[in-house]
């Protein structure tokens, strides 16, 4: 076994490979994400594969390419980016003050006159870079391509780096289609940015906006609480105090309009997180939903991505597992990262990350929903449920305060309690087909429109200093 290691930007990656498998000159490929990129083993210096993402953790994995063999797996990492706030742990203390240097911004107060009359509005964003599948860029984006039919127009400014040669190009293609600008920000450059708004949409982003001046409004897009992220310490510290900067705080939902409504002296205002209607609808007959025909096999599909540490992963693995122990007439189908072919003990499929069309197939098939949610909630349930799919998600105050009684099965987080949940809406049809449709007709009116509209009215009051 060689201990090998790969740099890229801020990612550092550490794992094992079998040498036996590997000749000098072979060719190697490593699969983050969405992301395939080539590399060349050598004898005398290992490999080293460049890449970048902007995501906190991800998982990648390495295979050797032959012409006789095909493509063998030869090991996983977990990737831990180094170049962005977050939970990496890392002694290296250059490391640790260069991943907090946005606090060193200096603020400064919108100095601009809010726009005249009705004309649309030129709205700043700042964002980290954008990976495919990833659940706030999406409700952002859905969101602007709403504004964008009101006459608005849109700026999003990505921070530090992008890895994509064409932002709006991948907007496009993975989210929705927009006619917005795209443009990377550095620390030093939020002198440049100029419009009527500026919106944050993380914790990180909420200190660059502080350092914009042309402006005439600032505001705060909150998805989720972001504080419950990271241990106790620095990170979680300067994630709480970003609330409290004074800017219009917009939340996902009634949770965090409950958690956040003390934080700012001005009015909190909410929205539903959007779904997508033309990926995520149930097949119907007339104005009826269509009952789904008993199977001899049951399919559920499972939120599977282990390193967001607040989907609770091991505590579904943990419940299938149980499950398995009495019945074998299922299959667990994993998606939302690439795994490292796992061994589990119960029948699953892989499917990695999906589009939100492929996405929309695989709830369609299938006969229960799990993903669960230790903070805000997701999106995900939403979308299972416009499938007519019966879902089961994480019992706690972050769940019952959005879904409404019946339309959902809240489980205790506890693998047995998860187990019975998931068995009885596999057995039980009538009770299947309640939650089914209470779910549907829960998330049935709502549009990305509807959320739009919310956000709207919201930046409206920040501009008129309400």
Not at 219 to 235: H, K, N
Not at 431 to 458: N, P, T
Request: a positive charge; one cysteine or more; charged letters at 20%.
């Amino acid at each position: 076994m060689k201990l090998i290691k790969l740099f890229s930007g801020g990612i550092k990656i550490t794992g094992k490979i079998p040498l036996g498998l590997l000749a000098d000159t072979t060719a190697l490929e490593l699969v983050a994400g969405r992301r395939t990129v080539a590399g060349v083993f050598r004898f005398d210096g290992g490999y080293k594969f460049e890449f970048t993402s902007s995501r906190r953790v991800l998982w990648a994995t390495v295979y050797a390419l032959s012409p006789n063999a095909g493509r063998t797996l030869l090991c996983g990492f977990l990737c831990v980016n180094l170049g962005r706030k977050g939970p990496a742990r890392t002694t290296n203390l250059e490391e640790q003050m260069v991943a907090l240097e946005h606090l060193q911004i200096p603020e400064v107060t919108a100095q601009r006159s809010p726009p005249a009359g009705d004309r649309p509005w030129h709205i700043n964003w700042i964002i980290p870079d954008i990976d495919a599948g990833a659940g706030g860029l999406s409700a952002i984006f859905r969101i602007a391509h709403e504004m964008e039919a009101h006459g608005h127009r849109h700026v999003f400014w990505i921070m530090g780096r992008t890895r994509h040669e064409n932002l709006r190009e991948y907007v496009g293609k993975h989210f929705t289609p927009l006619d917005a600008d795209f443009r990377v920000l550095a620390t030093a450059d939020v002198a440049r940015i100029e419009g009527d708004l500026v919106i944050a949409s993380n914790d990180t982003s909420a200190y660059y906006v502080r350092g914009v001046g042309g402006v005439s409004a600032k505001a705060y897009l909150v998805q989720d609480y972001e504080p419950l992220f990271y241990p106790a310490g620095a990170y979680a510290l300067t994630s709480e105090k970003t609330y409290g900067f004074g800017f219009k705080l917009i939340t996902a939902g009634a949770w965090l309009h409950g958690r956040l409504a003390g934080a700012s002296p001005r009015p909190v205002r909410s929205y539903d997180l959007p779904h997508d209607p033309a990926a995520y609808f149930a097949p119907m007959t007339s104005s009826k939903y269509t009952a789904k025909v008993i199977r001899p096999r049951r399919h559920i599909s499972f939120y599977a991505r282990a390193t967001t540490c607040r989907r609770a992963v091991s505590l579904g693995l943990c419940a299938f597992k149980i499950l398995a122990l009495r019945r074998s007439d299922f299959t667990v189908h994993l998606f939302g990262q690439t795994h490292c072919s796992p061994r589990l003990p119960f029948p699953f499929e892989e499917h990695g990350v999906l589009s939100p069309a492929e996405l929309g197939e695989l709830y369609r098939r299938c006969d229960v929903g799990v993903v669960f949610s230790a903070t805000n909630h997701s999106l995900v349930p939403h979308e299972m449920m416009a499938c007519g799919l019966p879902v089961v998600e994480l019992a706690g105050a972050q769940n019952q305060a959005v879904y409404s009684p019946g339309c959902i099965v809240l489980a205790e987080p506890d693998p047995a309690a998860i187990a019975e949940a998931v068995e009885k809406l596999l057995d039980e049809t009538s009770h299947a087909e309640a939650v089914r449709l209470a779910g549907y007709a829960q998330i049935k009116g709502r549009s990305s429109a509807r959320s739009a509209a919310a956000v709207e009215a919201a930046l409206g009051e920040a501009l008129r200093g309400d």
